[in-house]
């Protein structure tokens, strides 16, 4: 049973009792007219508090019950705001790149070394792509079959994998070789050194535009 309703049932018990207690003592069989009177004097010296430990039980409640109605309040205004687009707009992304997984993507013609490639996706206020799962990886090594593009790995000698950002990477899939970007190929997520020039993969979130905005429509939405 849940604490609350706990304490509400005990209150009403304590409450009943409260207004009980000449009943009680009066219907229990063989008492004197004598004991009688005086447990119902000793009962009426309680009753007092009795009704004082249930107004602080009841009132205790109506904290609680107000504290969750708060909480429920301030959750569904969070929601609220976390909402993505006005009703007037949609999601979108801009012209050029794909929609996929709750991002919009920019797959790259020129080739670059790892850090420029980084430099490129900043100019266009986004990051060398976070990959999130292994499905995501899979997707993105069906697309490119054997061509290479840098992603948002890489490593400081001795150090684990983190993304562009500083997070740590979670090994959500296997990084393969021993250097210090990593890259994707037609195999998975391969690592070599950052000087080497390949294609690269930019991400940002998905935004809101104004409604009939023309998306690319390559890969599509998945």
């Given amino acids: 049973m849940p604490e609350e309703i706990k304490v509400l049932v005990e209150g009403v018990s304590r409450y009943y009792d409260c207004?009980?207690?000449e009943m009680t003592s009066a219907s229990s069989p063989g008492s004197s007219d004598a004991k009688s009177a005086r447990n119902a004097?000793?009962?009426?010296?309680?009753?007092?508090?009795?009704i004082s430990d249930k107004l602080f039980t009841v009132g205790a409640v109506v904290v609680i019950a107000a504290l969750t109605i708060i909480i429920i309040s301030l959750a569904v205004k969070k929601t609220e705001t976390c909402l993505p687009c006005h009703p007037l707009e949609s999601v979108a992304c801009p012209d050029s790149w794909i929609r996929y997984s709750g991002k919009c993507?920019?797959?790259?013609?020129?080739?670059?070394?790892?850090?420029?490639?980084?430099?490129?996706c900043s100019?266009?206020?986004?990051?060398?792509?976070?990959?999130?799962?292994?499905?995501?990886?899979?997707?993105?090594?069906d697309i490119f079959h054997s061509s290479h593009y840098w992603f948002g790995l890489s490593r400081e000698v001795n150090q684990i994998w983190k993304w562009s950002n500083g997070t740590e990477f979670k090994n959500q899939f296997?990084?393969?070789?021993g250097g210090f970007c990593a890259y994707l190929n037609g195999?998975?997520?391969?690592?070599?050194?950052?000087?080497?020039?390949?294609?690269?993969?930019?991400?940002?979130?998905?935004?809101?535009?104004?409604?009939?905005?023309?998306?690319?429509?390559?890969?599509g939405e998945i």
Avoid: H
């Fill in 41 to 50: 004097g000793q009962n009426k010296a309680l009753i007092p508090k009795c």
């Fill in 19 to 21: 207004l009980t207690p």
């Fill in 123 to 141: 100019s266009f206020n986004a990051s060398l792509a976070v990959i999130d799962t292994q499905k995501e990886l899979d997707f993105w090594v």
């Fill in 187 to 219: 195999k998975g997520a391969s690592s070599t050194i950052c000087s080497m020039e390949k294609r690269f993969l930019c991400s940002q979130p998905e935004r809101c535009s104004k409604a009939g905005r023309e998306e690319s429509s390559w890969p």
């Fill in 174 to 177: 296997p990084v393969r070789g």
């Fill in 105 to 120: 993507l920019y797959i790259s013609k020129e080739e670059k070394n790892w850090s420029l490639s980084l430099r490129s």
